[in-house]
């Protein structure tokens, strides 16, 4: 089946899939696939016509024409310089390629870096990126995008930024060290670089390293016309300021120095001093102290001085330093050496001729060369040095036993030119070397392997550079050897010697042509001293010339050794390093760069590799720009169609069954979850399940083969949408588990915040009992002390037993004077009690009286007469205080007779009548008692008979005035009215008795107002006189049950009062 019919299956396949899969990821994919088809093929594997070059070309231009300038070969990244910034290196492009398969997304430098930086975290494996290409092709470019990228793409890690920094600022310094303006490059690197970014466990950057090879050090002492020294002369001329540059004692104007003569356009110089402002942010990233910074610059003006010191021939015809010459003096002054010792080495030369030390003075020639010779060791040691100092700088901080490692070659392409020297040779030399390491590491592991697998496969021709390889470098035959031996063999040794040495060894290989040997064509265009070798790239002729100077790489003793006492403390580090008494001669440069070459082949060689094979459009650093031959050349040299003849002749993918079914086993239910039985047993199962074709896949010993990309494609398309179910349930178990775990961080956040509250109201509550029981004890002792003075404590109860009281007195309050009930009182309160008892009372009383009638008044006022006379004097008082006084005690007939009598003449006019009463009247004399009636005027007491009951008969008037009344203080009713003797008629003292002594007695005082004529005494007998104021009897008091008034036996008036 061809390829096409193949193509058109898997197409119907992945329609089948596309069908099936939920349309938001079918859009991510699809606009995936339908990339890589949009213009040419993305993959060179899936070019129909892949054995032709053409169309190779064709692929190349066509994309290149859409400003798509790269193109796979399987994982060979092929890329075409734009000479145009092209809108393809942002942030969100960076994104697109994260965690990307290459056939997820456009090729790209980015699909490189991403594959290889996941290869190295998730699967362990050391990598590195392999870029190559002419000068000017975007090697340089290429592999500062990758390092950005993962920059970029480690961003989220936690890592030390200034590793970062530091990595992406060691660019401007470096290339500011190694670059220079080239025909071909106005940015060439003119040094080999390969960089290792260590990686810790997490896939952090934390360091790096970096080893240099070969900088084209004949720079510094000249370059070909239009071209340039490195930058940092122009720069350092340019952006320096006036200070620095008289320290440094140059002058800003690179037309003044011999090794800068080129001039530069104003422009440049703009671009120079800004580049200079680089570098110094630059060195401070990379912790270049000011001191360090100092003598770096004071190494690179020397170098300028150094370029300018001229040589004048003495008569003797050796070569002498004028005395004026200022710039040795500068170069000393700079690098803080011996001036004199300066001028004397670079004239003269201490040969050590077997124990024979002679000092030889130089010819002019001679004074040249060590003059350059020492330009160029100071600069190339100088740039050693700066290289070692970045490393220290990028060295990780600690040692970190899992870090893994990926390494960024970026090294000089092939070099063919008209005429190629010395440099091209040790160029095209490492090219070899590298393409030997692409074909073992590619090519011929790739055909071994299918060996190892047994799988039939027709082996696929290829060349293999090793022979070329052995051409150069094998021992004792190859052509360093030869170069070497002749180097160091005594005699007269010249290039052309060597040259001839050569052509009797090599010539006959197949890969060596000498002028001798090749055809008369070939022969018209070959010099006689140069040589022809047949490159895997192309034929490339050497000129012999300058060969065995450039690999003595002689630098006289003496020179070295003022150098390495030197005070400028970087350089004279850097020659100090040099064994200068060690009689064995210095390895050659090529046997250096050799050695140097094969350490790197080394280290590639353990690590996988990724190749970027850059191209270059044009000569003429121009956009939009497709020089076909020139691109031809190119992919022919770069080896692009051999690399593509065998990706398409086998397979294109191949997986160990393990790592096969391990990713792809959720595409069948009988690979998933598990599969117990041997993994290829699984994948058989799997690509079943998959409807692989027989001729799609093969299946090895340890590995299944996949012929086509697009197969492959098609089964991690169907593995990225079941990942998306996969992603779900993981998702939906994930969720579930975060989700709980949210909920028993939120349960135990919610469970101390409980116990915190709990707690705070636990003590709030006890805080609120603690009072409480304050308040009670308080309250307790109050009730206690509720009787007591007055405390804080009782304070409230004696208010509130103060507003009870007051409230219970308000309504049991007496209504009446007589009630003298009065509600008890509390303690405290005793003295208002008394007070508010005695202002009610007065209040009552108050009212009483108003309330009074004008009889009652009087009445009360009689009775409070006979109080004050009676009471506690005459024992009759008490019963006489509830009986209400009365003026008229007669019976009605008595009445009559009064009216009567009243009405008589003995009556005086105008008397007023104030008390009238019966009365029982005792003789003086036999104590007989008569009947009769008192009526006392406000005059006088009337004595009137009322035996008679018809009228009264006036028996006595007795002016009221005159009268004394004696009456005892027992119960009885006696009276005793003592009549003075002026009143003749009277016949002595009157005894009556009445029955009311004290009503009588008071009514008659209130009106006379002299109570002093009433005597009580308490007598047990009182004396009563006769007529004229003789003794008469004797009246008795005494008690007795039945009170009565009579004549007792003994002839006294006896009067018995009731027993009290
Ligand atoms: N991807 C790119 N996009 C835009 N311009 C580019 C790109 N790659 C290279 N260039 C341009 O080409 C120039 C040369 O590229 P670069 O310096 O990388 O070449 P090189 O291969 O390193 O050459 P040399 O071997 O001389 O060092 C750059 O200065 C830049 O102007
Ligand atoms: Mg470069």
Known sequence: MGFSDCEDRLLCRIEKF????????????EHALQHRERVGVQDFVLLEDYRSEAAFIDNLRKRFNENIIYTYIGNVLISVNPYKPLPIY??????????????????HVFAIADNAYRSLVYEHREQCILISGESGSGKTEASKKVLEYIAARTNHLQSVETVKDKLLQSNPLLEAFGNAKTHRNDNSSRFGKYMDIQFNYEGAPEGGHILNYLLEKSRVVSQMSGERNFHIFYQLLAGAGPELLQQLRLQGRPEMYKYTTDIVPGSQKLNDAEQFRTVLEAMKVIEISEDEQKEIFEIVASVLHLG??????????????????????NVASLLKVDQAKLREALTSRTIDARGDVVNTPLDLEQAQYARDALAKAIYEKHFSWLVSRLNSSLAPKDKEPNSSVMGILDIYGFEIFPKNSFEQFCINFCNEKLQQLFIQLTLKQEQEEYLREGIEWEPVEYFNNIVICDLIEARHQGIISI????????????DLSFLEKLSQKLDGHAHYKSHRKVDVKTQKLMGRDEFCLVHYAGEVTYNVNTFLEKNNDLLFRDLQGLMATCGNATLGSCFKALNLSSKKRPETAITQFKISLNELIKILSSKEPSYIRCIKPNDFKMPMQFDDKLVSHQVKYLGLMENLRVRRAGFAYRRTYEAFLERYKCLSKETWPNYRGPARDGVQKLVEALQYQSEDYRMGNTKIFIRF???????????????????????SRWRGYWQRKQYLKMRESAIIIQKWVRRYLAQRLRERRRKAADVIRAFIKGFITRNGPETPENRRFLGIAKVHWLKRLAQQLPRRLLDDAWPACPATCADASRQLRRLHRAHLARRYRLALSAPDKRQFELKVLAEKMFKGNKNSYPSSVGERFVEDRLSPEHRVLRDTFMASPSWPTGEQLIYSCEAVKYDRRGYKPRERALLASDKALYVLDASGRKTYKLKHRLPLDKLRVVVTNETDGLILIKIPQELKKDKGDLIISVSHVIEALTIVTDYTKKPEIIEIVDTRTIAHNLVNGKQGGTIEVTHGPQPAIQRAKSGNLLVVAATP
């Open 18 to 29: 596309r069908l099936q899969r939920p349309v938001s990821v079918q859009g991510v994919m």
């Open 90 to 107: 942002t942030e969100e492009k960076t994104k697109l390629y994260y965690k990307k398969a290459f056939f997820e997304a456009p090729p």
């Open 308 to 329: 300018n010191v001229k040589f004048v021939q003495n008569e003797k015809g050796y070569a002498e330093i004028l005395n004026h010459d200022a710039n040795s003096g």
């Open 483 to 494: 170069l070497d031996d002749e180097c160091l063999r005594p005699g007269d040794a010249t």
């Open 709 to 731: 990309p697009k197969t492959l494609f098609e089964t991690e398309d169907a593995f990225q949408i079941k990942k998306n179910d996969i992603a779900t349930i993981i998702q």
